[in-house]
């Protein structure tokens, strides 16, 4: 089925201009739809000279007249010369004949869509008769609106050339609207709208008040407001903005109505966000929390590896000296991993970013004063979570120092180079040293152990057992060793 992107690359006439153009127009025409109670449709010609329907929106206020999405369907034949007529008319264009959708009798009405002097298509304005029958004052100030808005679209006022939108969409027809004169005094709100300023704390009837005035009241000194709030209030731009108070928070977004002179008064759109930004303050609380928590971890495990080091420091025997060196670096390879979740807002880590770091630390830690050995990174490990990244961490790091200690042993130089290659949560990483050999790194075809063999197991027992993965050792062409990890990550996201 085709969409709205690939219709748009059968007309080589259009350039970058004209389909963004349209990309804004049908961004922002539910609005239109919403106000008119009335389907919408955007018709253009194919590279063949055939109307098909490029894209269609139906309302949220009132029952869509098509189930179905018609996108990509060839327009009949029979309506043609209308379409033909609407496409050179210089305002909207209505249909002098009823038409049956379904089993409702509909009026057609065709505005142009224009765009630096070309006429790109047209919006088609499906309004079902029965909406239009014994209306109240709520159902007339949204049509009207709508109208308006609907016939700002041949002269290029809509969509707005420059908004200002921080909270696109935030607002909607449903949730409350208020019409504004080009003074910025309300004309109408509607029931929800008034909902919401009372809310704020409110007290107005709002009709025949300047609404600047109405939010000013509700303003205490200190309160914070936003730069945009003045603009939405007196409807003077196409912007979004938060009016906050009461502790009561309510979004709003004005779209300003123009004719052929200029502006004429502007639609306020309203919505109470009251509970979302509690929700939102509830997760920046979790947020905060699982960050100082991963912040303590991080500070005890480093209290736990300088106590190591002070006994390692103290001790006589050069195995138990050696033995809780080994100890301080895996505690601290942990603390890295929960220094860098410290610094996210969730339990995801920049992965190479950590083990970047930690690999240096661990070939820092095990090099002798006079060596000098390089390390290397090709391709990205991505987003991944702590259960995936603490392991994984311990797996190479116990890979790199086994390198340096006795791959390079005796060695003034050396090189090592980490490729990595991920799909999904298939993972693959290859670590390669230009160092003596395998014979010196490994025994039994396993790592050779730091000391007492622990170093073998970590390696053993988390690519193996947690990972499901497998370990290979093999001789690096052109001498050293390489060690190729296939893994299946528990938990891994990418992002």
């Not at 300003?256 to 009251?274: F, Q």
Request: net charge negative; glycine share 8%.
């Amino acid at each position: 089925m085709a969409d709205f992107s690939h219709i748009l690359t059968t007309r080589p006439d259009f350039d970058d201009e004209d389909r963004e153009w349209l990309h804004h127009l049908v961004a922002d025409w539910q609005v239109i739809a919403d106000l008119s109670f009335a389907d919408l449709l955007l018709i253009l010609q194919n590279g063949e000279g055939k109307y098909i329907i490029a894209e269609q929106c139906r309302p949220s206020t009132v029952m869509s007249l098509r189930a179905d999405d018609v996108v990509g369907d060839v327009v009949e034949e029979e309506m043609s010369a209308e379409l033909d007529a609407a496409m050179a008319s210089e305002s909207v264009f209505r249909s002098t004949v009823l038409r049956t959708v379904g089993e409702s009798t509909v009026c057609n009405v065709y505005a142009p869509v224009r765009h630096n002097g070309k006429t790109l298509g047209l919006v088609v304005r499906e309004t079902n008769m029965a909406t239009r029958e014994s209306n109240g004052r709520y159902e007339s100030e949204s049509i009207s609106a709508g109208k308006q808005l609907y016939e700002m679209i041949p002269r290029g006022q809509f969509p707005y050339r420059n908004p200002i939108m921080n909270q696109r969409h935030n607002a909607r027809v449903a949730d409350g609207f208020i019409v504004l004169t080009v003074e910025g005094i309300v004309r109408y709100a509607s029931p929800n709208a008034i909902s919401c300023f009372r809310r704020l704390g409110s007290v107005s009837t709002m009709q025949g008040e300047y609404l600047s005035e109405i939010g000013t009241k509700l303003l205490r000194e200190n309160d914070p407001v936003l730069e945009t709030l003045p603009l939405v209030l007196s409807g003077k731009a196409a912007v979004d903005s938060e009016l906050d108070a009461n502790k009561s928070a309510v979004s709003m977004r004005s779209l300003p109505l123009m004719d052929a002179n200029g502006r004429v008064g502007a639609v306020v759109l309203c919505r109470d966000v009251t509970e979302l930004r509690r929700r939102e303050k509830e997760l920046q609380t979790k947020d905060a929390t699982i960050s100082e928590i991963h912040h303590r971890v991080k500070n005890n495990l480093q209290a736990v590896s300088a106590l190591l080091r002070l006994q390692a420091r103290k001790t006589k025997s050069e195995e138990v000296k050696k033995e809780l060196k080994e100890a301080q670096r895996r505690v601290q390879t942990i603390a890295m991993v929960h220094e860098g979740l410290s610094q996210t807002a969730d339990e995801i880590v920049d992965y190479d970013k950590v083990i970047s770091s930690l690999l240096k630390m661990a070939v820092d830690l095990t090099t002798m004063r006079d060596q000098h050995i390089d390390i290397d990174f090709i391709g990205r490990f991505g987003m991944m979570p702590a259960q995936d990244a603490t392991p994984l961490s311990l797996v190479l790091t116990e890979l790199i120092t086994n390198s340096v200690e006795h791959g390079f042993e005796g060695r003034k130089e050396g090189h090592i180079t980490i490729s990595v290659g991920r799909g999904g949560n298939n993972l693959n990483v290859v670590v390669e040293d230009d160092g003596t050999g395998l014979a010196n790194e490994e025994h039994d075809g396993m790592a050779r152990s730091s000391g007492s063999g622990l170093g073998t197991q970590i390696i053993s027992t988390f690519v193996n057992n947690d990972f499901g993965g497998t370990v290979r050792w093999e001789p690096r062409r052109g001498g050293g060793t390489r060690v190729v990890l296939d893994m299946k990550l528990r938990a891994a996201q990418e992002r």
